[in-house]
């Protein structure tokens, strides 16, 4: 058990530009999550996805975002046409069964210049 | 909306004594609660949790509080130690089918001096 990887640790990219960033989860997990946490603040939820169905949106997740999780283990969360809003850490976290915390990776954090 | 509210920023305690770190939550039909400790450049790492249906919950040094009537919890870490020094959130979920979507506070910073 390796835990909840990301990469990259860390994206600096230009305004406009497109960005991916994977999360590899505990292999056992089939409930994967997406999380954004800007300073100050703490983690606000996107996306979940229970094996490679994804189940939930949140507003936050403009046209500008998709995720995936093509065979319900790795996941990629792609940003389009980044913006400066978007700079923050994002955080993908695992989880076996409903109802229990998640074991969340180190995040990758984007900056937008 | 903010469901989930931290009101202290940071929190300074001398090591030994015992930290308490608050929460309050505005949606009634929260029924799950957790706190996550986060050192610097690493994700969240999940400490301890509570089920609605508990008033307490014990876990070595750590010991989370429910009130509901009052939509508070409260985390109290005795004796506290320079390790514990780390950013605190507490989260809370309710349970819709057989999903947990995690609203989370915007974190205490404990800082146990030595």
């Not at chain 1, 530009?17 to 994967?32: A, G, K, M, W, Y």
């Amino acid at each position: 058990d390796t835990g909840v990887s990301q990469d990259p640790r860390h994206k600096i990219t230009k305004r406009g530009q497109n960005v991916t960033f994977r999360c590899d989860p505990i292999s056992e997990h089939n409930r994967l999550y997406w999380y954004r946490q800007t300073l100050g603040q703490g983690p606000e939820f996107l996306t979940y996805f229970q094996n490679e169905a994804q189940l939930e949106k949140s507003r936050l997740l403009s046209d500008r975002f998709s995720a995936e999780r093509p065979k319900g283990s790795f996941s990629t969360l792609e940003i389009q046409r980044t913006e400066q809003g978007d700079s923050a850490m994002y955080l993908c976290a695992s989880s076996l069964a409903a109802g229990r915390g998640y074991t969340f990776g180190s995040g990758t954090r984007l900056t937008v210049v | 909306d903010q469901q989930v509210k931290q009101n202290s920023p940071s929190l300074s305690v001398q090591e030994g004594r015992i930290s308490i770190l608050n929460c309050d939550y505005t949606n009634s039909m929260f029924d799950y609660f957790l706190w996550y400790k986060k050192y610097p450049a690493e994700g969240p790492t999940f400490l301890i949790s509570i089920s609605s249906i508990k008033d307490k919950n014990e876990d070595g040094r750590f010991t989370v509080f429910l009130n509901k009537s009052a939509k508070h919890l409260s985390l109290h870490i005795v004796p506290s130690q320079p390790g514990d020094s780390a950013v605190y959130f507490c989260a809370a979920s309710a349970t819709l089918n057989n999903f947990n979507k995690f609203y989370f506070g915007s974190g205490t910073k404990l800082n146990v001096k030595p």
